[in-house]
């Protein structure tokens, strides 16, 4: 079955660690998307891509870095710059960018210890 | 800048108690308005994608509605099945970002 799968479910990040999160899709969507959701929050865009090695900041993209080498991977790094970067971490893909809906993973909770 | 305001924030329901969820949106020109319904600690899933006004869809015992200001997400006898987060979502046509704009959710609690 086509999805999206993202790693590790739960992640720990000390204090000036760079961490990276995983998300692949074999869905064969060209658009995929990182947002961050907070406890009673909605989801906020971190980065978009909408094709192979191109990708647009979103409103929340300090701290933040992503690579689309492959279309089948979006890789985020949450890096040292971040500075509150506890969180759920959302990846998501759609067939097109304009007018489809999302399919999501089950995404990453990234904790700082 | 488009925006999105879901109220109430959280709502608690009997079974078999039927009400609504507002999704308040202000875009330059629609593309799409989304409903996903979220359970706690996984990934948001789609329900309905709504484009103009008027249109309605439905799915089982839910029903979503689209005006020019608004979308409403209709639960019909809801059972305790139906807890969760519903969140609403919107894609603008004139601007230059591609990507969805996310309200902060209703959180639904349907009591047995």
């Known amino acids: 079955d086509g999805g999206i799968t993202q790693s590790p479910k739960y992640l720990f990040r000390k204090e000036g660690q760079n961490v990276t999160l995983s998300c692949e899709q074999n869905l064969n969507h060209d658009a995929m998307y990182w947002y961050r959701q907070d406890p009673g929050q909605g989801l906020r865009l971190i980065y978009y891509?909408?094709?192979?090695?191109?990708?647009q900041k979103g409103d929340i993209a300090e701290g933040y870095s992503v690579s689309r080498e492959k279309k089948e991977s979006f890789p985020l790094t949450v890096t040292s710059a971040q500075k509150n970067p506890t969180a759920f971490y959302l990846c998501?893909?759609?067939?097109?960018?304009?007018?489809?809906?999302?399919?999501f993973g089950s995404g990453t909770r990234l904790t700082v210890v | 800048e488009d925006q999105v305001t879901q109220s109430p924030e959280a709502l608690r329901l009997q079974e078999g108690e039927s009400s609504s969820l507002n999704c308040s949106y202000t875009?330059?020109?629609?593309?799409?308005l989304f409903w996903y319904r979220q359970d706690p600690g996984k990934g948001p899933e789609f329900l309905f994608t709504?484009?103009?006004a008027g249109e309605e869809k439905e799915k089982e015992r839910l029903k979503a509605t689209l005006t020019k200001k608004e979308s409403f997400l209709h639960i019909t006898a809801p059972k305790p099945e139906d807890s969760a987060t519903y969140l609403c979502?919107?894609?603008?046509?004139?601007?230059?970002?591609?990507?969805?704009?996310f309200g902060s959710g209703t959180r639904l609690q349907v009591q047995p």
């Open positions: 875009v330059s020109g629609l593309r799409g």
């Open positions: 709504l484009y103009s």
């Open positions: 979502a919107v894609q603008g046509r004139d601007t230059g970002r591609r990507a969805l704009t």
């Open positions: 998501a893909s759609s067939i097109g960018s304009e007018g489809y809906g999302y399919t």
């Open positions: 891509s909408q094709i192979v090695n191109d990708f």
